[in-house]
C-alpha cells in the first residue's frame, strides 16, 4: 500500500510537470493575442521557467536529501498548482512571466523528489519497474497534452489551459500526504543506503556551490535558447564565456570545500556519470530531429497542426510500450545491452529522418516516429534507473536532480545544434543536415552507453567512495 502511494504520487508529480510544459506550447498564440503581448515577452515565459528550473535542480535535490523527498515533493506540486492558478488569472503578460518563475522554482522543488521518493522506497535492484512506469505515464502525457490543451483553448480559451493542471495536482498532493511520514526521509531506503552517510544529512548545504552551479546553468541555458534565434552573436558567445568561467570556479570549490554539492565519487561513479551523459545525448537527438521534423510537416508536406500531430502519434505509443519492456529486456540482457540498443535505434530513427522528402508517405514518416520512441523510451527508463540506483539512498535527491538537469539541457542543446546545422535555412527545409547531426549526437551517446554497467548493481557508492559498484 505504502509503495502503490508513493509511486501514484511520484508519476502523477512528473506528469503535472509534462502536461504543463506540453499545453503552453499550444496556448502561446491565444494567450499572446489575448493579453496584447510581443512574441519576445511570450517567449520569455517559456525562457524563464527553462532556466529557473535547470538552475535549481540540484540544489533542490540536496534539499530534498537533507529534508526529506516527500516533504519537498509536497512542496513543489502546491507551489506549482498556485503558479498554474496565478496565471489563468494574471492580467497581463508580466504577472504571466514572473509566475512563471514561480513555477520553475515550484518545478525545481518536486522534479528531484518524484525519483527520491521511488529510491526511498523501493530496494534498489527493484527500481527499474516504478520508474518505467513513470517514464511510461510521462510519454503519456507529452502525447495528450497538446490535444488536450488544443481543445481546451480552442473551446474554452487559453487561461483554461492553466487550470488543467490543478486536478492532477490536487492528486498528487493528496497522495503525497498519505504516504506515511518516514517515505522519502534522508537515508530511509530499504536498501543500498549508507549509514554513515545518512548521518552526514546535517552538514551544510554548500550555498556557494549551489550558486555557481545555479549561475552556471543558467547561462548555459540561456545561451542555448537564444542561440537559435540570434545565431552566433555576441549575447550566446558571452553567456558560454559565463558558463566556462562560472564552471571552473565550481570545479575548483568542489574540491575544496568539506561537503560538496556535488560528491566527486557520485559524478565519477561508473553508475552515475555515463547514464547521465547517455540521457543528455539522447534528449538532444530527441528534441534537436523534432524542431525540423514539425516545420517539414507542415511547411513541406503542408499539413495542418492537427495532421502533423496525428503523423507523430508513433512517437509516444512506442515510447509508452518501450519503457515497461525495457524492464524486461534489462533482467535478460543486462542494462549495457539495452541502452545500447535503445541509442542505436535513436541513430537510426535520424538518420532515416534525413531522407525524408516531399514524397515522403506516411508509413516512412510513422516509421521514423517510432524508431525515436522506441529509442527514447528504452533509453529514459533504464538509464534513469542506473543513475538513482546508483546514487545511495541518502543521495537520491541529488542524483535526480542531476537526471532532471540534462533531460532540461538536452533539448536546448539539441535545438541549438539543429539550428547551427540548418545555417540560416528554413528548419523545414534543413530536415537533412539537422537530422544528420542528430545521429552524429546519437552515435556518440552509443559510444557513452558502452560505459555503462552490464547489470544491475547490488550495492550503491557511498560519498566517501569507500564502497565499489558491485556487478551480479
Known amino acids: 500500500m505504502r509503495r502503490g502511494l508513493v509511486l501514484a504520487a511520484s508519476t502523477t508529480g512528473a506528469v503535472l510537470v509534462a502536461v504543463d510544459g506540453t499545453t503552453l506550447t499550444v496556448a502561446q498564440p491565444a494567450l499572446r493575442h489575448d493579453l496584447h503581448a510581443s512574441v519576445t515577452a511570450v517567449q520569455w515565459?517559456?525562457?524563464?521557467?527553462?532556466?529557473?528550473?535547470?538552475?535549481?535542480?540540484?540544489?533542490?535535490?540536496?534539499?530534498?536529501?537533507?529534508?526529506?523527498?516527500?516533504?519537498?515533493?509536497?512542496?513543489?506540486?502546491?507551489?506549482?498548482?498556485?503558479?498554474?492558478?496565478?496565471?489563468?488569472?494574471?492580467?497581463?503578460?508580466?504577472?504571466v512571466v514572473a509566475l512563471r518563475v514561480v513555477q520553475g522554482v515550484a518545478g525545481a522543488l518536486l522534479q528531484p523528489a518524484t525519483l527520491g521518493m521511488l529510491r526511498a522506497a523501493w530496494p534498489a535492484d527493484r527500481l527499474a519497474g516504478p520508474i518505467a512506469v513513470r517514464t511510461a505515464a510521462i510519454g503519456l502525457a507529452a502525447a495528450a497534452g497538446p490535444l488536450v490543451g488544443g481543445?481546451?483553448?480552442?473551446?474554452?480559451?487559453?487561461?483554461?489551459?492553466?487550470?488543467?493542471?490543478?486536478?492532477?495536482a490536487a492528486a498528487a498532493l493528496l497522495t503525497a500526504l498519505l504516504v506515511p511520514a518516514g517515505t522519502g526521509a534522508p537515508g530511509t531506503g530499504p536498501a543500498g543506503a549508507d549509514p554513515a552517510e545518512a548521518g552526514r544529512r546535517g552538514g551544510g548545504l554548500d550555498l556557494p556551490g549551489a550558486a555557481l552551479l545555479a549561475l552556471?546553468?543558467?547561462?548555459?541555458?540561456?545561451?542555448?535558447?537564444?542561440?537559435?534565434?540570434?545565431?552566433?552573436?555576441?549575447?550566446?558567445?558571452?553567456?558560454?564565456?559565463?558558463?566556462?568561467?562560472?564552471?571552473?570556479?565550481?570545479?575548483?570549490?568542489?574540491?575544496?570545500?568539506?561537503?560538496?554539492?556535488?560528491?566527486?565519487?557520485?559524478?565519477?561513479?561508473?553508475?552515475?556519470?555515463?547514464?547521465?551523459?547517455?540521457?543528455?545525448?539522447?534528449s538532444a537527438t530527441l528534441q534537436g530531429a523534432l524542431f525540423p521534423a514539425t516545420y517539414y510537416l507542415q511547411d513541406v508536406l503542408g499539413l495542418d497542426p492537427w495532421q502533423?500531430?496525428?503523423?507523430?502519434?508513433?512517437?509516444?505509443?512506442?515510447?509508452?510500450?518501450?519503457?515497461?519492456?525495457?524492464?524486461?529486456?534489462?533482467?535478460?540482457?543486462?542494462?549495457?545491452?539495452?541502452?545500447?540498443?535503445?541509442?542505436?535505434?535513436?541513430?537510426?530513427?535520424?538518420?532515416?529522418?534525413?531522407?525524408?522528402?516531399?514524397?515522403?508517405?506516411?508509413?516512412?514518416?510513422?516509421?521514423?516516429?517510432?524508431?525515436?520512441?522506441?529509442?527514447?523510451?528504452?533509453?529514459?527508463?533504464?538509464?534513469?534507473?542506473?543513475?538513482?540506483?546508483?546514487?545511495?539512498?541518502?543521495?537520491?535527491?541529488?542524483?535526480?536532480?542531476?537526471?532532471?538537469?540534462?533531460?532540461?539541457i538536452g533539448p536546448a542543446l539539441g535545438i541549438a545544434l539543429a539550428t547551427i546545422a540548418a545555417d540560416r535555412t528554413d528548419p523545414g527545409a534543413a530536415l537533412a543536415p539537422a537530422a544528420l547531426t542528430m545521429a552524429v549526437v546519437a552515435g556518440a551517446g552509443t559510444l557513452l552507453a558502452a560505459r555503462l554497467p552490464g547489470r544491475a548493481s547490488s550495492v550503491a557508492p557511498s560519498v566517501s567512495g569507500a564502497r565499489a559498484v558491485r556487478r551480479r
Open 45 to 95: 515565459a517559456s525562457t524563464c521557467y527553462l532556466v529557473t528550473v535547470a538552475a535549481l535542480l540540484v540544489f533542490a535535490g540536496r534539499l530534498s536529501d537533507r529534508y526529506g523527498h516527500r516533504r519537498l515533493f509536497a512542496l513543489g506540486v502546491a507551489g506549482f498548482a498556485a503558479g498554474s492558478l496565478g496565471i489563468a488569472l494574471a492580467p497581463d503578460i508580466g504577472w
Open 151 to 168: 481543445a481546451l483553448t480552442a473551446h474554452f480559451g487559453w487561461r483554461s489551459v492553466f487550470l488543467l493542471g490543478l486536478p492532477p
Open 216 to 282: 552556471a546553468l543558467a547561462c548555459l541555458v540561456q545561451s542555448l535558447v537564444a542561440l537559435p534565434g540570434s545565431g552566433w552573436s555576441a549575447g550566446p558567445l558571452l553567456g558560454l564565456a559565463a558558463t566556462g568561467v562560472l564552471t571552473l570556479a565550481l570545479v575548483r570549490h568542489e574540491r575544496r570545500t568539506a561537503d560538496p554539492l556535488l560528491p566527486p565519487a557520485l559524478l565519477r561513479s561508473p553508475a552515475v556519470a555515463p547514464p547521465l551523459a547517455v540521457l543528455l545525448a539522447a
Open 308 to 408: 502533423s500531430a496525428l503523423r507523430a502519434v508513433p512517437l509516444a505509443a512506442t515510447m509508452i510500450l518501450a519503457a515497461p519492456g525495457s524492464v524486461w529486456l534489462a533482467k535478460r540482457h543486462g542494462e549495457r545491452a539495452v541502452v545500447l540498443s535503445g541509442m542505436t535505434l535513436l541513430t537510426t530513427g535520424a538518420l532515416l529522418t534525413a531522407g525524408l522528402g516531399p514524397g515522403s508517405g506516411t508509413a516512412a514518416i510513422g516509421g521514423c516516429f517510432a524508431l525515436f520512441g522506441t529509442g527514447f523510451g528504452t533509453v529514459m527508463a533504464t538509464a534513469t534507473a542506473v543513475v538513482v540506483r546508483g546514487a545511495s539512498a541518502a543521495r537520491a535527491g541529488v542524483a535526480g536532480g542531476l537526471q532532471q538537469t540534462v533531460l532540461n
